[in-house]
């Protein structure tokens, strides 16, 4: 299994983007409320497919600099376009917040001030402008930071910052900007995505499969729930930033084996077609689902439920005509807005 990882690190990975595509599906599934209770066992892991497929690609650049360069025209550009682009179109439908308040909740890049979610008191932030999932770009640009400045130490000194760093700003009060409190686990997945494509990391085989999948539902079933966007590892915090370290590592490398494993089949073609436009589903899916709901929804007398999932065929509609408008005007500074 290594060496055939190895071998594929020269060119484009079938399986790689196959990763990113069922990460894709299963963010997007989640967010529409498709999926049952038991996709726990799915979903637990999901956002960080994402940071370890990071790594297994990361080459950085000679100077500080230059990398905050090549990750800002990669990850912030695109942001940055598709959250002004959902603040206007959300104004213009009349759905949610204010004007002012959707701008701040875009520069600070964070779901909510607090912990969101379930706490009325909180204050929204990313969440005003119907676009939360475009937190993982700023999140994921911060994390790469992170993973620029530790790269030269030894791998114990790696575990130990970033575990260290993690359980200090776990008891912030707040949530910090751009996601720089969980930052240091994202660099841990991105770390473990670079050893992997190095063939230093362990990797489950036909004979192990099974028994690591037993321990990592364990794991998720103990967990219960997790939710990295507002730095809850788990409820067993502190030692849930272990767990959810392991769940994130657990099924990537579950998935790895599957996918490397049925590269050539029409599904794992497929789940890497989508892979290849992941970064624009992640950006235009959500703003879609909120604009269908109150326009289509009110309009229509239509089921919740067949509304998302128009909203999420049209997704992917504009997903392809965004990659193939990229491909015809051929700029990289149109690519690298677009985010193909």
């Known amino acids: 299994m290594k060496s055939q990882i190895n071998n594929l690190a020269s060119k484009r990975l079938v399986w790689l983007d196959a990763l990113k595509g069922i990460g894709i599906l299963l963010i997007m599934s989640c967010h529409a409320g498709l999926l049952p209770r038991v996709s726990i066992f799915l979903t637990a892991g999901y956002v960080s497919i994402f940071f370890v497929a990071s790594g297994f690609t990361y080459k950085s650049k000679q100077t500080f600099s230059s990398e905050i360069g090549k990750r800002s025209k990669r990850l912030l550009l695109p942001y940055f ?24 909740g875009m ?5 909510s001030l607090f912990f969101g979610i379930n706490d009325v008191r909180d204050v929204p932030m990313l969440t005003q402008t119907c676009n939360s999932p475009t937190w993982f770009l700023t999140a994921l640009f911060t994390s790469l930071m992170v993973m620029y400045i530790i790269k030269s130490l030894k791998w114990q000194w790696v575990v130990l910052t970033c575990l260290g760093f993690s359980v200090l700003t776990l008891y912030l009060p707040f949530l910090l900007p751009w996601s720089l409190d969980t930052a240091f686990v994202g660099a841990l997945f991105i770390y473990l995505g670079k050893k ?11 004979k192990t499969w099974l028994g690591c999948f ?16 507002v ?11 272990l767990s959810y370290l392991f769940i994130g590592f657990m099924e990537t490398l579950l998935l790895v084996y599957l996918f490397v494993k049925f590269e050539k089949t029409i599904l794992i073609k497929l789940l890497a077609y989508i892979g290849r436009m992941s970064l624009v589903l992640m950006c235009v899916h959500a703003p879609l689902i909120m604009i269908f709901k109150k326009k289509i929804c009110s309009t229509c007398n239509l089921n919740d439920s067949v509304v998302v999932l128009v909203a999420l065929l049209f997704a992917f509609v504009i997903a392809y005509f965004i990659q193939m408008l990229s491909h015809k005007i051929n700029k990289p500074i149109v690519s690298n807005i677009l985010g193909v």
């Not at 603040?87 to 308040?101: C, T």
């Open 107 to 111: 520069i600070y890049s964070r779901y």
């Open 81 to 104: 376009f598709y959250v002004s682009l959902s603040i206007i179109l959300m104004n213009i439908f009349q759905i949610k917040g204010d004007f002012i308040h959707q701008v701040l």
């Open 196 to 206: 992997i494509r190095g063939g230093q990391f362990w990797i489950p085989n036909g």
């Open 231 to 241: 730095r809850q590892y788990g409820v067993h915090e502190p030692f849930s930033i």
């Open 214 to 229: 037993v321990i990592y539902a364990v794991v998720v079933f103990l967990e219960k729930t997790n939710n990295i966007s």
